[in-house]
């Protein structure tokens, strides 16, 4: 049995890593084995994520003046909360992937960026492309009118080289004539 003094300790400790990380998914894992949940853990740990099982009141009052406030009622029944460090989409995606093996494992939903999401919407932004696929398309699209206008330039010169070169040819032309 907790103290009161332990219990403050793990709101404390879970405040700030809810204050330290924009997403955090909410999922009820009644029905699961020892063994799917530690499976679970280790696929949530490689997408640099985090599973903790904690009481619902402990997570409410974690949840206090933090984003994760806003979806503090899905904190009932048999709750456990992945909290993300890095990317959410590779979370949604382990969520996604795991939905189907696992089926007694029910996603609430959560907050990713400080946006409240449901249950299915995971589902949704698990077929989104990951963080760096994003950034990495993103700067294609920036570089790409450099590129079409460096081309561009270049063509100009190119022409430009074509030009001068036919007329001192045609310039030797009259000379010889």
Known sequence: ???K???EQIVKGYNERFKGSPSLFVLEYKGLTVKEIEGLRRSLKKAKAELKVAKNTLLKLASLDTDIEKIK???DGSTAVAICKDDPIAVAKVFS???KSLRPLKLKGGIVEGRV??????SKLSQLPSRPVLVAEFLGLISS???NLMGTLMELERKLLHALSALKDLKEKKGEA
């Open 117 to 122: 999401i449901e249950g299915p919407d995971v």
């Open 73 to 75: 009622d899905m904190f």
């Open 5 to 7: 003094a332990g219990k």
């Open 97 to 99: 992937e795991s939905l």
């Open 1 to 3: 049995m907790l103290t």
């Open 145 to 147: 009118p450099l590129s």
